[in-house]
């Protein structure tokens, strides 16, 4: 078992845990909330420049942001103290060209290489400011991603720059993640959220065009927007 | 509340699920290792230049400026794809093998559709990690001078990298083996046409004219190719042996009788371990024919990945000295006229005794002698008292277009240079052939092998179906350009050598720098002899 199977199965374990071991709160008060919204994920990826046969100096590679639906789960544990796990829905994430306009004369630079899309649970331990009924409620929160890619296509484009029909393989990525949001409560058991989120995601990228295979290292460091509303049970 | 736990464990289970599903596929991998076989499919393209992107990347460096002066613009683009491909070695192994699929390309008239191939066989060179498609790689000069003399002109060209060369498990290189190389050459033609139509340049396709050429080694190479196919039946629109040791008992004779080819070092284990690998009787243990001095490990020496500097600069091979410079002395029972002429013969040059074309060479060869040496006096007198027993005819005494000798040699390695002697067998070829070289050519001599090809030929076939061109002659006749192109191209770079720029060397000093540039200077002249010659078929 690879060390990375090993902080894969830690995390996923401790998520369990958290959410079947969590006690509920004394009281009537709802501890329980499913949260549904739009996550807009800003990278700031820095990659290594790919590496292998036949790679010019300077490719590079580059991710589109993406936008999808946001849906979570949050459980009250003690007063001011949540976890949440936080899902969105697969998005297609498109990988593009960064470096040379062109490699020989193939479009690089700009071009869609490939997609894939990913799935991300994250679990957050966050902290809540003031009491509970509140109208503003501001939060904090750190905890741990998992991210995994899935549906790996090099396009067309990718192909051409390629030189050949590509596989891609993405190993999944497991690390920190820290968040801070805003909570208002617009009437009994609704609320309206919004948040911003760091994590660290990194990858490692492996792409083999007819036995040629060319490597890449690379950290999304993505920030997402959250906006979503809330219902409490 | 649990089932909504439920639901996103669930959700995360099947997403994760979905990491294992499917992705896109790559090139398929041959289960089959039969020659001939494609072994990745479809084949990789290295990179793929427009015309515009080619002529610029060429006329950013000095010699790729030179280049297009005897190429022309490109009128194509190229794409370069790498073939990996199943042949068999010189004792009948299998083995993997790659080389290069160029095709042209672009909205250019003549560099889409139906369009004609070029089967190219690449000189001898020390580098086992060569690939001749790696177009991105500048030492790879021959891969770039038939792009731009064929490929960037229309022509689909195939050129193997050869057994023992780059992904090649085979542990040697099967060097001037006629018949390894040969159907080499035709392995990898038929898994080039193949792959063509699934390559991203499927808009050209292979238009039936085939063409094949080949310099130095490749010489030999091509003519074999050419040999093998019109024994086969197959239909050959033209061929351009450019180059090559054709008349290999003759050349060898030639050799061991003194006139040591510059370049000797390096041809002598490539041949040995590939007449051995092949035969088996090249020696009993390489102690035979190599100096104890460079014995150890010769045999898997070249090529390889060692800079052939570095090779001779750490002792591993002599960089001249292939013979003896203590003269042997033969001594043949009851013929002491013969001892005494084959003694002389095998004295050190520079005298009379070296009647042999290139004459004006004749310095050059004595460089072919010292101590330490590669090849023992021993092995060189068996070798020439079986040059005397057997005699070829062509050498040491020129008789131009004498068939093979009618005794076959008993001396192993005569009995392997026979072999591959493209006389052998009284073929002749049935396309329109082109001989080019240049007579002044200290590495591949001219005379004893592309003039005793074409003088063994001449009564063999029609008038005209044969044309030999000598770079270096008075410039006439249809290619008159190109000889006058290389006498100039020749003459200023000997006026470089003697300028400030080019280190003002005596003119002595110079026009030994020629000389010994002169083999690879003739190479783009006579591709592009080739290329004329192709047209106009």
Same mark, same amino acid.
């Given at each position: 078992m690879t060390t990375h199977n090993v902080r894969t199965r830690i995390a996923l374990l401790a998520a369990t845990v958290v959410f079947c071991a969590a006690p509920a709160s004394a009281g009537d008060d709802p501890n329980n909330s499913a949260r549904l919204g739009l996550y807009s994920v800003f990278y700031h990826v820095k990659a290594d420049d790919l590496s292998g046969p036949f790679v010019p100096a300077g490719a590079n590679i580059d991710a589109n942001n993406v936008e999808t639906a946001y849906l979570a789960y949050v459980r009250t544990i003690i007063?001011?103290?949540?976890?949440?796990?936080?899902?969105?829905?697969?998005?297609?994430?498109?990988?593009?060209?960064?470096?040379?306009?062109?490699?020989?004369?193939?479009?690089?630079?700009g071009q869609v290489i490939a997609t894939a899309r990913w799935i991300a649970p994250t679990v957050l331990l966050e902290y809540v400011f003031f009491d509970e009924g509140s109208k503003w409620r501001p939060y904090i929160g750190a905890g741990v991603n998992y991210t995994t890619f899935y549906d790996r296509n090099s396009t067309a484009a990718g192909d051409?720059?390629?030189?050949?029909?590509?596989?891609?393989?993405?190993?999944?990525?497991?690390?920190?993640?820290?968040?801070?949001?805003?909570?208002?409560?617009?009437?009994?058991?609704?609320?309206?959220?919004?948040?911003?989120?760091?994590?660290?995601?990194?990858?490692?990228?492996?792409?083999?065009?007819?036995?040629?295979?060319?490597?890449?290292?690379?950290?999304?460091?993505?920030?997402?927007?959250?906006?979503?509303v809330g219902y409490s049970f | 509340m649990y089932k909504l736990l439920l639901l996103v464990s669930v959700a995360s289970c099947a997403a994760m699920l979905g990491a294992c599903g499917s992705s896109s596929q790559s090139a398929m991998v041959a289960t089959s290792t039969a020659h001939g076989t494609l072994a990745v499919d479809p084949p990789f393209r290295i990179a793929s230049l427009d015309a515009g992107t080619f002529q610029a990347e060429l006329a950013g460096t000095a010699t790729g400026a030179q280049l297009l002066q005897i190429t022309g613009a490109p009128n194509c683009g190229v794409d370069f794809y790498y073939i990996k491909f199943w042949t068999v070695g010189g004792a009948g192994e299998a083995t993997e093998s790659s080389g290069a699929l160029m095709v042209p390309t672009g909205a250019a008239s003549g560099c889409s559709g139906a369009r004609p191939m070029v089967l190219y066989a690449h000189g001898t060179n020390p580098d086992k990690t060569l690939n001749i498609a790696d177009v991105t790689n500048t030492s790879n000069s021959e891969g770039v001078l038939i792009a731009a003399m064929f490929a960037a002109q229309g022509y689909i060209v195939v050129a193997p990298n050869y057994a023992?060369?780059?992904? +090649?498990?085979?542990?040697?290189?099967?060097?001037?083996?006629?018949?390894q190389q040969s159907g080499e050459m035709i392995d990898i033609l038929t898994a080039a046409r193949t792959a063509l139509p699934?390559?991203?340049?499927?808009?050209?396709?292979?238009?039936?004219?085939?063409?094949?050429?080949?310099? +130095?080694?490749?010489?030999?190479?091509?003519?074999?190719?050419?040999?093998?196919?019109?024994?086969?039946?197959?239909?050959?629109?033209?061929?351009?042996?450019?180059?090559?040791?054709y008349a290999m008992e003759a050349f060898g004779d030639a050799i061991f009788f003194g006139n040591v080819n510059l370049g000797s070092t390096v041809f002598a284990p490539l041949i040995g371990t590939s007449y051995q690998k092949a035969y088996g009787n090249i020696y009993s243990t390489p102690a035979d024919l190599y100096s104890a001095t460079y014995v150890?490990?010769?045999?898997?020496?070249?090529? +390889?990945?060692?800079?052939?500097?570095?090779?001779?600069?750490?002792?591993?091979?002599?960089?001249?000295?292939?013979?003896?410079?203590?003269?042997?002395?033969?001594?043949?029972?009851?013929?002491?006229?013969? +001892?005494?002429?084959?003694?002389?013969?095998?004295?050190?040059?520079?005298?009379?005794?070296?009647?042999?074309?290139?004459?004006?060479?004749?310095?050059?060869?004595?460089?072919?002698?010292?101590?330490?040496?590669?090849?023992?006096?021993?092995?060189?007198?068996?070798?020439?008292?079986?040059?005397?027993?057997?005699?070829?005819?062509?050498?040491?005494?020129?008789?131009?277009?004498?068939?093979?000798?009618?005794?076959?040699?008993?001396?192993?390695?005569?009995?392997?240079?026979?072999?591959?002697?493209?006389?052998?067998?009284?073929?002749?070829?049935?396309?329109?052939?082109?001989?080019?070289?240049?007579?002044?050519?200290?590495?591949?001599?001219?005379?004893?092998?592309?003039?005793?090809?074409?003088?063994?030929?001449n009564p063999l076939v029609q008038a005209g179906l044969i044309t030999v061109l000598d770079v270096s002659g008075t410039p006439a006749g249809p290619f008159a350009a190109i000889q006058t192109g290389f006498q100039q191209s020749q003459a200023a770079q000997l006026a470089f050598y003697e300028s400030p720029a080019g280190g003002e060397l005596s003119p002595a000093a110079a026009q030994l720098l020629l000389v010994q540039g002169y083999h690879g200077a003739v190479a783009p002249f006579c591709a592009a002899a080739a290329r004329a010659f192709f047209s106009q078929l």
């Amino acid at each position: 078992m690879t060390t990375h199977n090993v902080r894969t199965r830690i995390a996923l374990l401790a998520a369990t845990v958290v959410f079947c071991a969590a006690p509920a709160s004394a009281g009537d008060d709802p501890n329980n909330s499913a949260r549904l919204g739009l996550y807009s994920v800003f990278y700031h990826v820095k990659a290594d420049d790919l590496s292998g046969p036949f790679v010019p100096a300077g490719a590079n590679i580059d991710a589109n942001n993406v936008e999808t639906a946001y849906l979570a789960y949050v459980r009250t544990i003690i007063p001011h103290w949540d976890v949440e796990l936080a899902l969105g829905y697969p998005p297609l994430q498109k990988t593009v060209g960064k470096g040379p306009a062109t490699l020989g004369s193939v479009p690089y630079n700009g071009q869609v290489i490939a997609t894939a899309r990913w799935i991300a649970p994250t679990v957050l331990l966050e902290y809540v400011f003031f009491d509970e009924g509140s109208k503003w409620r501001p939060y904090i929160g750190a905890g741990v991603n998992y991210t995994t890619f899935y549906d790996r296509n090099s396009t067309a484009a990718g192909d051409a720059a390629s030189g050949g029909p590509t596989r891609i393989s993405l190993t999944p990525s497991v690390g920190w993640a820290a968040t801070a949001g805003l909570n208002y409560h617009i009437a009994k058991n609704w609320h309206a959220y919004a948040s911003y989120s760091f994590s660290k995601v990194t990858t490692d990228l492996k792409a083999e065009t007819a036995g040629v295979i060319r490597t890449t290292h690379i950290d999304f460091a993505p920030q997402a927007l959250v906006v979503s509303v809330g219902y409490s049970f | 509340m649990y089932k909504l736990l439920l639901l996103v464990s669930v959700a995360s289970c099947a997403a994760m699920l979905g990491a294992c599903g499917s992705s896109s596929q790559s090139a398929m991998v041959a289960t089959s290792t039969a020659h001939g076989t494609l072994a990745v499919d479809p084949p990789f393209r290295i990179a793929s230049l427009d015309a515009g992107t080619f002529q610029a990347e060429l006329a950013g460096t000095a010699t790729g400026a030179q280049l297009l002066q005897i190429t022309g613009a490109p009128n194509c683009g190229v794409d370069f794809y790498y073939i990996k491909f199943w042949t068999v070695g010189g004792a009948g192994e299998a083995t993997e093998s790659s080389g290069a699929l160029m095709v042209p390309t672009g909205a250019a008239s003549g560099c889409s559709g139906a369009r004609p191939m070029v089967l190219y066989a690449h000189g001898t060179n020390p580098d086992k990690t060569l690939n001749i498609a790696d177009v991105t790689n500048t030492s790879n000069s021959e891969g770039v001078l038939i792009a731009a003399m064929f490929a960037a002109q229309g022509y689909i060209v195939v050129a193997p990298n050869y057994a023992g060369y780059d992904i +090649s498990t085979l542990g040697y290189h099967p060097f001037l083996n006629a018949e390894q190389q040969s159907g080499e050459m035709i392995d990898i033609l038929t898994a080039a046409r193949t792959a063509l139509p699934k390559t991203f340049s499927s808009a050209t396709s292979d238009g039936g004219k085939l063409f094949i050429t080949g310099y +130095s080694e490749g010489g030999h190479v091509a003519m074999a190719t050419q040999r093998a196919l019109e024994a086969s039946g197959a239909v050959i629109t033209g061929a351009a042996p450019l180059s090559g040791p054709y008349a290999m008992e003759a050349f060898g004779d030639a050799i061991f009788f003194g006139n040591v080819n510059l370049g000797s070092t390096v041809f002598a284990p490539l041949i040995g371990t590939s007449y051995q690998k092949a035969y088996g009787n090249i020696y009993s243990t390489p102690a035979d024919l190599y100096s104890a001095t460079y014995v150890n490990g010769i045999e898997t020496l070249l090529p +390889s990945s060692t800079p052939i500097d570095t090779i001779f600069s750490t002792g591993l091979l002599p960089l001249t000295a292939l013979f003896d410079s203590t003269t042997p002395v033969v001594t043949v029972p009851g013929n002491a006229v013969l +001892s005494a002429e084959l003694t002389g013969l095998l004295s050190v040059p520079g005298s009379a005794n070296y009647p042999l074309p290139p004459t004006a060479q004749t310095p050059l060869f004595a460089a072919g002698f010292g101590s330490p040496f590669l090849i023992n006096n021993s092995y060189r007198v068996t070798y020439a008292l079986d040059a005397a027993s057997n005699p070829d005819g062509a050498v040491p005494i020129p008789s131009a277009g004498v068939p093979l000798a009618a005794t076959v040699p008993v001396q192993p390695l005569r009995q392997a240079l026979n072999k591959n002697d493209l006389r052998n067998g009284d073929w002749a070829p049935n396309a329109p052939t082109l001989l080019c070289g240049g007579d002044q050519d200290p590495t591949v001599f001219f005379s004893v092998n592309t003039g005793t090809m074409a003088a063994f030929w001449n009564p063999l076939v029609q008038a005209g179906l044969i044309t030999v061109l000598d770079v270096s002659g008075t410039p006439a006749g249809p290619f008159a350009a190109i000889q006058t192109g290389f006498q100039q191209s020749q003459a200023a770079q000997l006026a470089f050598y003697e300028s400030p720029a080019g280190g003002e060397l005596s003119p002595a000093a110079a026009q030994l720098l020629l000389v010994q540039g002169y083999h690879g200077a003739v190479a783009p002249f006579c591709a592009a002899a080739a290329r004329a010659f192709f047209s106009q078929l």
